[in-house]
């Protein structure tokens, strides 16, 4: 896994300086590699080192919570506005839940808090994408997609509070993804910044249900590289949705915000 990630990055910037050599993509890329090389090593530190997670300690979840420090920085150097702020309180609530879920077998208790500390990272997550467009085909979408997964995934779970609790989250998530997706306006142009939020949002959905069935239902394979691989990039693009990119999916002179 460390390996392919910092080939990926090596490619991507090897490539961009081949085929956009001298063009803004080029620019965009060279522009922001560099601050991206800390959460790229944090990450490798991370995979490399895979301490146990049946042996929780301060050392794992320290561990853990680097490559999101190395994003809240990254995010930080971005500069300080209404959605970059919100960007960076929801990576600061996921740490939190990080270092949280390193402890979750030793106490369901402590996997409800962790789930909390991410609930209200959703939150930010969802205000900085904010409510308009309104996204009525989005929401119906994403609101259909809730019912099948969130239904499934719940028969999985014990009753009880955390019942509600996984029920409430899958609320919150689905939510989140519904204003990701509904910034598009296939119409009109649309930043890279919007793709990058969206996929995001995608991403931490598989990630949270993987977690989610391997906990309560299924016993994955390879569960803890899955989960950990989709959460980081997931972060990761949302992370990137800070950056003040010129660059939009179709070419026109257009002026488009967060």
Not at 14 to 39: C, H, M, N, Q
Not at 91 to 111: E, H, P, R, T
Request: aromatic fraction near 16%.
């Amino acid at each position: 896994i460390t390996f392919v990630m910092v080939t990926t990055m090596e490619m991507v910037f090897t490539a961009s300086s081949f085929i956009f050599g001298g063009t803004d993509v080029y620019k965009e890329v060279r522009g922001v590699a560099p601050f991206l090389v800390p959460f790229l090593k944090m990450a490798c530190v991370y995979f490399v080192l895979w301490l146990p997670d049946d042996q929780p300690s301060i050392a794992s979840a320290f561990v853990k919570c680097l490559p999101i420090l190395s994003l809240i920085w990254f995010v930080w150097l971005q500069g300080v506005n209404s959605y970059n702020l919100k960007i960076l309180t929801g990576l600061v609530c996921s740490c939190l839940g990080d270092a949280a879920l390193v402890w979750q077998g030793a106490d369901i208790s402590v996997f409800i808090a962790g789930m909390l500390f991410f609930a209200c990272g959703l939150t930010c997550y969802t205000l900085a994408f904010g409510f308009s467009p309104f996204g009525l085909k989005e929401l119906v979408a994403v609101a259909t997609a809730c019912v099948f997964l969130v239904g499934y995934v719940l028969t999985f779970v014990p009753e009880g509070v955390i019942l509600y609790g996984v029920f409430g989250y899958g609320c919150l998530i689905g939510v989140m993804v519904w204003r990701a997706l509904a910034r598009f306006n296939l119409k009109t142009v649309i930043p890279w910044r919007k793709v990058f939020a969206a996929v995001g949002a995608l991403l931490f959905v598989l990630s949270d249900v993987s977690l989610v069935l391997n906990k309560f239902g299924w016993s994955l394979p390879c569960e803890r590289t899955i989960i950990m691989t989709t959460y980081y990039a997931a972060q990761l693009c949302i992370s990137l949705s800070v950056v003040n990119s010129r660059l939009y999916l179709h070419e026109k002179d257009a002026s488009c915000v967060h």
